[in-house]
């Protein structure tokens, strides 16, 4: 069975600081690695994705992640954080080694930016 | 806007009541899912569909019955909910198939209260 891991249920960060997002996963097979963000009362937006290739993945609103199977994580993070970037944010993974197997989510971690 | 429109934004309904949410997707996706976001816990895969046909079901109580008359539409009709039962319901569509990586796209949610 495929399971997400967000060991922080929340992160806060001074804007134009970097900021990570920590996610760590456990599949049988290949991962396919997903963020998403929700803002409130609004439904999840995509940001970015791993599904082959380069370890580090560039997304929207400037965020990236980078890929470590041997540490199977996929952290989120971003150089300079906004106000803005404040919001729920959720990791993902799929196991394409068992078809087509619907994403499994993490629980979450809110981002709080201040300024 | 993703492409998956979701209605009714709110519901409120009693423990008596019979209403359903409706999920509509505009991305030519092959298959749909419900989910159940409820405060402080990872989102919850209730139903899945891939072409039409329900896939899964994640031991989701009988009072919630998912209806799927074509690839475009998800229905989640509800009868007899509990207050536990409130949450905010996702709507979610995906393109599957072989050599498919695509990522889902969300709708924004009906937030429902059941009093």
């Known amino acids: 069975a495929q399971s997400v891991a967000q060991p922080e249920d929340q992160v806060n960060v001074a804007e134009g600081n970097p900021l990570t997002v920590k996610c760590t996963y456990s599949v049988s097979g290949n991962p396919y690695l997903f963020w998403y963000v929700q803002y409130p009362n609004r439904g999840l937006q995509f940001l970015l994705k791993y599904i082959t290739g380069d370890n580090l993945v560039k997304g929207s609103y400037g965020f990236e992640a980078e890929f470590n199977k041997s540490q199977t994580s996929f952290h989120l993070k971003k150089p300079s954080a906004l106000v803005s970037d404040s919001a729920l944010y959720f990791c993902a993974v799929r196991d394409y080694s068992s078809g087509n197997t619907p994403l499994v989510f993490g629980k979450g971690t809110r981002l709080s930016v201040i300024a | 806007e993703t492409g998956v429109t979701q209605t009714p934004r709110h519901l409120v309904m009693g423990m008596t009541n019979k209403k359903s949410l409706k999920c509509e997707q505009h991305l030519g996706h092959n298959a749909m899912y419900w989910y159940k976001q409820s405060a402080k816990k990872p989102l919850e895969l209730m139903f899945v569909?891939?072409?039409?046909?329900?896939?899964e079901n994640n031991s989701v109580p009988s009072r919630f019955s998912p209806e799927c008359p074509n690839s475009s539409h998800l229905f989640l009709h509800l009868h007899t909910l509990q207050p536990e039962d409130s949450a905010l319901y996702l709507c979610?569509?995906?393109?599957?198939?072989?050599?498919?990586?695509?990522?889902?796209?969300f709708g924004q949610g009906t937030r429902l209260t059941v009093v």
């Open positions: 569909y891939n072409f039409k046909e329900q896939t």
């Open positions: 979610a569509s995906s393109q599957e198939g072989t050599g498919m990586n695509t990522e889902a796209f």
